[in-house]
């Protein structure tokens, strides 16, 4: 598949830049963050998103989606990420909606996915349980009692976990952590007897929470004990489509930056006709421009369920995580003092690049999953 997008991937895009850029402008979630909304997120915005389709797009027709693919999911989260748009669309459309699409039975995905589609239903994807993205390091556990399964055990940082009406428990019904065998994938209603959410308040305003299930009752996804397979799927869609994110936060850190440099002046000349500047400019324009291909070639493996799926969204995560690192640092350097004060919207770009960095995986784990897929 070329690298390029087509006439209506590209409409998409434009319209969700045009979107985003009215609608979910930083002075939103800066003013979500001082206000400490309950819910992280403006419900009327949501609203919107939903009646523009973007919570159906990776959804079949038959479900009550667009059936648009993977690409053009991608294309939305990169205006997203662009103006760091506060919404539980990551979580719910991408994360939780996948897991269903890839797992559930019919029944569940006539139930289910309608209500995605529809803004009626936020799921949250209940996984990790340590500091460390460890996907098999499961202990939390699912026992068989009656026509569902009971979940005990802790879970930390689950995207909207606060507001998710349902939460999709990564959970072990056989094995010790560690065990790829042995992973059962649970739905668990939020207000289920056993369910205790904690908010997280994070430090670049993405919703978290902290969730203990001390024998909720829930309904399994897939089939016990082989949930890896969902698992390792659903956690390499939420890897691509995460990326997606995280470039188009990239291009906005740079292109502030640029302007920046040309516009702050030092000795009599804007700082950008410095030639050191010019040149950690010019190597950050490099890597982003590797960033934005394999994002592509990323996207496009999705939507061709290629047998090269968790190559691709290991490398493109990893790329995305130092080019975000990479960018938004230098963007706060080049900025000088005032980049690390909260006046400048440059700060939010750095704090929300160290969160990413570490969701689904570090560039550490991506590196070490890479090499060990291809052998070594």
Not at 17 to 22: E, G, I, L, S
Not at 54 to 70: H, M
Not at 149 to 154: D, H
Request: glycine share 12%.
């Amino acid at each position: 598949m070329p690298l390029v997008l087509n006439e209506e991937q590209n409409m998409l895009k434009d319209a969700a830049k045009d979107f985003c850029t009215n609608n979910t402008p930083i002075t939103q979630l800066r003013r979500l963050r001082d206000e400490k909304d309950d819910s992280g997120f403006d419900t009327d915005t949501w609203r919107q998103m939903v009646e523009l389709g973007w919570t159906g797009i990776t959804i079949p027709e038959d479900f009550g989606g667009l059936g648009f693919g993977f690409m053009g999911m991608g294309v939305v989260l990169q205006e997203c990420g662009r103006t760091l748009a506060a919404s539980p669309l990551y979580s719910t459309a991408c994360v939780g909606a996948t897991a269903i699409i890839r797992g559930g039975s019919d029944a569940q995905k006539s139930e289910l996915l309608p209500a995605v589609a529809g803004g009626e239903l936020l799921l949250g994807f209940a996984l990790e349980e340590s500091p460390h993205h460890q996907p098999y390091g499961v202990a939390a556990t699912a026992e068989k009692s009656g026509d569902g399964y009971e979940v005990t055990g802790s879970k930390k940082f689950v995207l909207d976990g606060h507001v998710a009406n349902k939460l999709i428990v990564v959970a072990r019904t056989s094995g010790s952590a560690g065990d790829r065998d042995g992973i059962t994938l649970v739905l668990v209603d939020s207000d289920a007897s056993g369910v205790e959410v904690t908010r997280t308040i994070m430090a670049d305003s993405r919703n978290a929470a902290n969730i203990e299930f001390s024998g909720a009752e829930g309904q399994i996804i897939g089939e016990e004990g082989k949930g890896a397979d969902v698992l390792d799927y659903t956690l390499d869609a939420g890897r691509i489509l995460l990326s997606a994110e995280m470039l188009g936060s990239v291009e906005e850190c740079f292109e502030r930056t640029v302007e920046y440099l040309k516009t702050r002046e030092q000795f009599g000349v804007p700082i950008g006709s410095f030639q050191a500047l010019k040149h950690r400019a010019a190597q950050m324009f490099c890597e982003i421009e590797l960033s934005k291909s394999v994002v592509l070639e990323a996207l496009s493996a999705l939507d061709d369920d290629s047998d090269q799926l968790a190559e691709m969204a290991s490398l493109t995560k990893a790329r995305l995580n130092d080019t975000y690192n990479l960018v938004s640092s230098e963007g706060i350097q080049m900025h000088g003092g005032i980049g690390m004060t909260d006046e400048y919207e440059i700060g939010f770009f750095i704090k929300r690049a160290r969160v990413c960095e570490h969701t689904f995986g570090n560039s550490a784990f991506h590196r070490n999953r890479y090499g060990e897929i291809q052998g070594y």
